[in-house]
């Protein structure tokens, strides 16, 4: 079974609370520094020495294949230090049924080489990678139901279980992605 892939940037206030919650809820999570540079100026947390602390042997740096060379310049496009093994060594444990989360400072998603990351990590994936999109209806063991809005979407991947707010009454609630089918896809294999 294919592993979670998932994002997170320190410069949001949750972060910390939503990796050790996923951390413990998902005995298969490892938490991955994409940072060139794993330091950070203003809190001893996010440092390399403070993370490994926390995190031991779940926490793995990774900037020398996966950081973006071109960090310190805003204006030049991301470039990620050595792609092609970066990418590959994300590949392969994805493929062991590890959820990796990636990790940078960066406070915005779309700006950050996490995007370039996950886009290209899906892309050699061929779409295996389930993505799910917030609200989006889809199909349980228990029924149809909806991706909760409520919880981030890099924290459902994190957990590599989807909270899911269901149309009838369950005790079940969290599903994992190979439990799910988006109900768009199923609606459309009927149709044809």
């Not at 060379?69 to 062991?96: H, P, S």
């Not at 009454?169 to 459309?188: A, G, I, M, N, T």
Request: charged share 25%; glycine share 8%.
């Amino acid at each position: 079974m294919l592993g979670s892939l998932a994002t997170f940037g320190y410069a949001d206030k949750h972060t910390e609370h939503e990796l050790q919650c996923a951390l413990i809820a998902n005995p298969m999570a490892l938490l991955i520094d994409t940072r060139l540079n794993p330091a950070c100026p203003w809190s001893w947390l996010w440092t390399q020495k403070g993370l490994r602390s926390r995190y031991g042997n779940r926490y793995i740096w990774r900037g020398d294949t996966l950081g973006n060379k071109n960090y310190r310049n805003d204006q030049a496009r991301i470039e990620l230090v050595d792609e092609t093994q970066g990418i590959a060594w994300l590949v392969r444990g994805l493929e062991k049924g590890y959820t990796l989360m990636l990790l940078c400072g960066c406070g915005s998603y779309d700006r950050c080489h996490r995007k370039v990351i996950y886009d290209k990590t899906r892309q050699v994936l061929g779409g295996k990678l389930p993505e799910y999109s917030l609200g989006e209806c889809v199909l349980t063991p228990c029924g149809v139901g909806r991706i909760d809005p409520d919880v981030p979407l890099d924290v459902h991947r994190a957990r590599n279980r989807y909270a899911v707010t269901l149309d009838l009454p369950s005790l079940k609630r969290y599903f994992f992605p190979h439990e799910l089918q988006s109900l768009d896809v199923v609606q459309s294999t009927f149709v044809a």
